[in-house]
C-alpha cells in the first residue's frame, strides 16, 4: 500500500476541448474542480460528461500523476478527472487499483494510456503534447461504487485478475 494525496478532482458535464485547438475552449463553467465525486461501477463519475455512456465505459475515469505536469498546470488544462501525487500511474496499464481516500477502497480497471492531443499544446503550453507522451494519465473503468475526495489516500495495485461482470 502506497500513500498518496489525491491533489485535484475535474467532473465536467460537458466536452469544452472540442473542434479545432486553435479555435479555443467551448464555453462552460471556469472552474469545474470539486471536493469529492461519487463513483458508480461500471458507470464512471457522476454528473461529468462520460458517466453512463456505453461508449466510453473502458475510459469513463482518467487519472493523471501530478509528477509529470508543469507546476502551474491542473486538471482544468488536461481534462483528467483524478490528479494523484506519489505514484507513477501510466505505470499501471493493464492493473486493477484501489484508491482510498477513508471512506473504503474504489476499484478501477486501468485500460489503457490517455494519449496526450493537439489540446495540451494550447492549455499547457507549446510542446507540452509531446512532453506528456507516456506519460499522460491512464484511462480507467470503475469496478466498484465509492467516494473519492481530495486530500491524503491510500493507493495499491490489487493483485490477480477481478471479474468485472460488466
Known amino acids: 500500500m502506497t500513500e498518496v494525496e489525491v491533489l ?14 486553435s479555435d479555443g475552449l467551448s464555453p462552460g463553467p471556469s472552474d469545474e474542480r470539486v471536493p469529492r465525486v461519487e463513483v458508480r ?3 464512471g463519475l457522476v454528473g461529468d460528461r462520460y458517466y453512463a455512456r456505453p461508449a466510453h465505459r473502458n475510459a469513463a475515469v ?4 501530478a ?4 507546476a502551474d498546470a491542473d486538471l482544468r488544462h488536461t481534462r483528467r ?5 506519489g505514484v507513477d500511474i501510466d505505470s499501471c496499464v493493464g492493473s486493477t487499483i484501489a484508491l482510498d481516500c477513508g471512506t473504503g477502497p474504489v476499484l478501477f480497471a486501468v485500460n489503457r494510456p490517455a ?13 507540452a503534447q509531446r ?26 495495485v490489487v493483485a490477480g ?4 461482470g460488466i
Open 67 to 70: 509528477e509529470n505536469l508543469p
Open 131 to 156: 512532453a506528456l507522451r507516456g506519460r499522460g494519465g491512464v484511462r480507467c473503468t470503475p469496478l466498484s461504487d465509492g467516494v473519492i475526495t481530495v486530500g491524503p489516500a491510500t493507493f495499491r
Open 62 to 65: 482518467t487519472f493523471m500523476a
Open 115 to 127: 494519449r496526450p492531443c493537439a489540446w495540451m499544446d494550447v492549455t499547457i503550453g507549446p510542446g
Open 41 to 43: 461501477r461500471g458507470l
Open 161 to 164: 485478475p477481478v471479474d468485472t
Open 8 to 21: 485535484q478532482l475535474l467532473v465536467s458535464p460537458a466536452h469544452r476541448l472540442a473542434g479545432r485547438p
Open 81 to 85: 478527472n483524478v490528479l494523484l501525487r
